[in-house]
């Protein structure tokens, strides 16, 4: 995975041990262990424990696209978003959804 610089791009200035914990410990040390789980299957837990959270803005969105970017197919985010839906709601469904087609469909 690409080294992730969001945290000090976004809040670096504002948060910076906030920022430092999001790059370094959360993507660098704990995506970063492939031989423990997959980033294609943290991807979809991460999108699962977005969705049922109500996490349904840009993150879940970046995470959509990292899923996709791992080996997700279209097919298999349909069917993780449809089984997570009757665990983490209708609604919550539908937004991520629309996601997740917007991201599939751009290409």
Same mark, same amino acid.
């Given at each position: !995975?690409?080294?992730?610089?969001?945290?000090?791009?976004?809040?670096?200035? *504002?948060?910076?041990?906030?920022?430092?914990?999001?790059?370094?410990?959360? *993507?660098?040390?704990v995506w970063s262990r492939e031989? +423990?789980?997959?980033?294609?299957?943290?991807?979809?837990v991460t999108i699962t424990a #977005?969705?049922?959270?109500?996490?349904?803005?840009?993150? #879940?969105?970046?995470?959509?696209?990292?899923? +996709?970017?791992?080996?997700?197919?279209?097919?298999? !985010?349909?069917?993780?978003?449809?089984?997570?839906?009757?665990?983490?709601?209708?609604?919550?469904?539908?937004?991520? *959804?629309? !996601?997740?087609?917007?991201?599939?469909?751009?290409?």
């Amino acid at each position: !995975m690409a080294k992730v610089t969001a945290g000090r791009d976004e809040l670096g200035s *504002f948060a910076p041990k906030f920022a430092e914990l999001n790059d370094d410990v959360l *993507f660098g040390e704990v995506w970063s262990r492939e031989d +423990k789980l997959s980033a294609r299957d943290r991807s979809i837990v991460t999108i699962t424990a #977005l969705m049922a959270g109500g996490i349904l803005d840009s993150s #879940l969105k970046f995470h959509i696209q990292n899923a +996709k970017n791992h080996g997700v197919t279209a097919e298999e !985010m349909a069917e993780i978003l449809t089984h997570a839906a009757f665990y983490a709601g209708w609604p919550k469904a539908w937004a991520a *959804f629309r !996601m997740a087609k917007e991201i599939f469909e751009t290409d």
